[in-house]
């Protein structure tokens, strides 16, 4: 089944992904939802240990199981790999000159794994692969977006009734913030 938004985002919430997963960053990151796809890719950042290898497979059979949706892991140590985006937007290449490394539940024979542990296998990135490279285009590779995030926007594009009016939730917030910074820049003038 191809990736949809809804459920994908219903999956999340049953499985209670943003618990299972609060010791670690999660970020979508690839075509989804942007471009047509046969997969969701999730970003990790954090540590590459056993017990995210298994939270990770399990998370991907439930949704699976689900709905025949497939979850394509990458875990990162870190978010250095994000600071290339830029960089291939503006030369249509990346150079990662090996100090990028990726973690991932599956091995991929043809890009020189290493196995790290019970559930993952060590990849040392150079540059991005050329599937990366056909898809992406020049100038197209997206910007990881926090899922915590992703989900807040859909909710807010799909409730503009309420989004951005005084029944959303942060009105009450923004509206006392905005009432004291008037009133101090009144003050100090």
Same mark, same amino acid.
């Given at each position: 089944? /191809?990736?949809? #938004?809804?459920?994908?985002?219903?999956?999340?919430?049953?499985?209670?992904?943003? @618990?299972?997963?609060?010791?670690?960053?999660? =970020?979508?990151?690839?075509?989804?939802?942007?471009?047509? !796809?046969?997969?969701?890719?999730?970003?990790?950042?954090?540590?590459? !240990?056993?017990?995210?290898?298994?939270?990770?497979?399990?998370?991907?059979?439930?949704?699976?199981? *689900?709905? @025949?949706?497939? #979850?394509?892991?990458?875990?990162?140590?870190? %978010?250095?790999?994000?600071?290339?985006?830029?960089?291939?937007?503006?030369?249509?290449?990346? +150079?990662?000159?090996?100090? #990028?490394?990726? $973690? *991932? %539940?599956?091995? &991929?024979? &043809?890009?020189?794994?290493?196995?790290?542990?019970?559930?993952?296998?060590?990849? !040392?990135? !150079?540059?991005? +692969?050329?599937? +990366?490279?056909?898809?992406?285009?020049?100038?197209? /590779? &997206?910007?990881?977006?926090?899922?915590?995030?992703?989900?807040? /926007?859909?909710?807010?594009?799909?409730?503009?009734?309420? =989004?951005? %009016?005084?029944?959303?939730?942060? $009105?009450?917030?923004?509206?006392? /913030?905005?009432?004291?910074?008037?009133?101090?820049? +009144?003050?100090?003038?």
């Amino acid at each position: 089944m /191809l990736p949809n #938004i809804d459920k994908f985002i219903l999956c999340l919430e049953e499985y209670n992904f943003l @618990e299972v997963f609060d010791k670690w960053e999660t =970020y979508l990151w690839s075509n989804f939802p942007f471009n047509y !796809t046969w997969d969701i890719d999730i970003m990790f950042i954090g540590k590459p !240990t056993e017990e995210l290898g298994e939270k990770i497979i399990d998370f991907q059979k439930y949704v699976m199981d *689900k709905t @025949e949706m497939k #979850i394509d892991e990458q875990v990162f140590e870190d %978010t250095k790999v994000f600071r290339h985006i830029e960089e291939y937007g503006r030369l249509g290449y990346m +150079n990662f000159d090996g100090s #990028i490394v990726k $973690y *991932k %539940t599956k091995i &991929h024979n &043809h890009r020189g794994p290493e196995k790290f542990n019970k559930y993952f296998w060590k990849y !040392t990135l !150079t540059s991005m +692969n050329e599937k +990366n490279k056909f898809r992406a285009g020049k100038a197209n /590779l &997206h910007y990881p977006i926090l899922i915590e995030d992703f989900i807040k /926007l859909v909710f807010n594009i799909k409730n503009q009734d309420i =989004y951005n %009016t005084v029944n959303d939730s942060s $009105y009450e917030k923004y509206n006392e /913030l905005r009432h004291e910074w008037r009133f101090n820049r +009144n003050v100090n003038r």
